[in-house]
């Protein structure tokens, strides 16, 4: 009886065990399977130009680190460039208008290039042709989408900002 008890014990647990184990694997198949899938996500919308950067965190230079709240953004899309970002950071010239922040742009007219990362995910590089102010924008993004923008300006210190990539819905394709 006693060995009959043991046996049911110990086949019961060679069940749990490979149950745990298959359970285990198939998980982290499905974890890999979800980041392979973000990763092709972000590089469609980086390669069609199609996406917003939403900061989380701005950092000035000689600052401390600034957690942003509120709905700043930059969007990229094939014709335009929308910039809403704030600015904490030294200038070295006033604007003629003190209500106008030069990191908040659009432009129509821009250059912007892309290039892979060694461990993943890609550097793009975008300078505007219609805006004084900025000279580049630099964004370092992962393939998880995650990323690091750089706003270098003529008038005022670099400044960079963490946050994250999202898709740029299409107004047209909402309207239809």
Same mark, same amino acid.
């Not at 499905?30 to 069609?48: F, H, L, N, S, Y």
């Not at 335009?80 to 006033?94: D, I, N």
């Given at each position: 009886?006693?060995?009959?008890?043991?046996?049911?014990? +110990?086949?019961?647990?060679?069940?749990?065990?490979?149950?745990?184990?298959?359970?285990?694997?198939?998980?982290?198949?499905?974890?890999?399977?979800?980041?392979?899938?973000?990763?092709?996500?972000?590089?469609?919308?980086?390669?069609?130009?199609?996406?917003?950067?939403?900061?989380?965190?701005?950092?000035?230079?000689?600052?401390?680190?600034?957690?942003?709240?509120?709905?700043?953004?930059?969007?990229?899309?094939?014709?335009? +460039?929308?910039?809403?970002?704030?600015?904490?950071?030294?200038?070295?010239?006033?604007?003629?208008?003190?209500?106008?922040?030069?990191?908040?742009?659009?432009?129509?007219?821009?250059?912007?290039?892309?290039?892979?990362?060694?461990?993943?995910?890609?550097?793009?590089?975008?300078?505007?042709?219609?805006?004084?102010?900025?000279?580049?924008?630099?964004?370092?993004?992962?393939?998880?989408?995650?990323?690091? +923008?750089?706003?270098?300006?003529?008038s005022k210190q670099p400044i960079s900002y963490n946050g994250y990539l999202r898709e740029k819905k299409d107004k047209k394709a909402k309207n239809k």
């Amino acid at each position: 009886m006693k060995r009959m008890i043991i046996h049911v014990m +110990l086949f019961t647990g060679l069940i749990t065990m490979g149950l745990t184990t298959t359970i285990s694997a198939q998980q982290k198949e499905t974890r890999a399977e979800r980041e392979a899938a973000k990763a092709a996500q972000v590089k469609g919308w980086v390669d069609a130009k199609q996406y917003v950067f939403v900061p989380q965190s701005a950092i000035p230079m000689g600052g401390r680190v600034v957690q942003l709240t509120g709905e700043f953004f930059l969007s990229v899309t094939k014709d335009s +460039l929308v910039s809403y970002l704030p600015y904490y950071g030294r200038a070295y010239t006033a604007p003629m208008d003190p209500s106008k922040n030069s990191m908040d742009f659009k432009s129509k007219s821009f250059d912007y290039s892309t290039a892979d990362r060694k461990k993943g995910g890609w550097d793009i590089t975008i300078r505007p042709k219609d805006n004084r102010d900025v000279a580049t924008i630099n964004l370092s993004v992962s393939e998880s989408g995650y990323g690091t +923008l750089q706003v270098t300006s003529n008038s005022k210190q670099p400044i960079s900002y963490n946050g994250y990539l999202r898709e740029k819905k299409d107004k047209k394709a909402k309207n239809k």
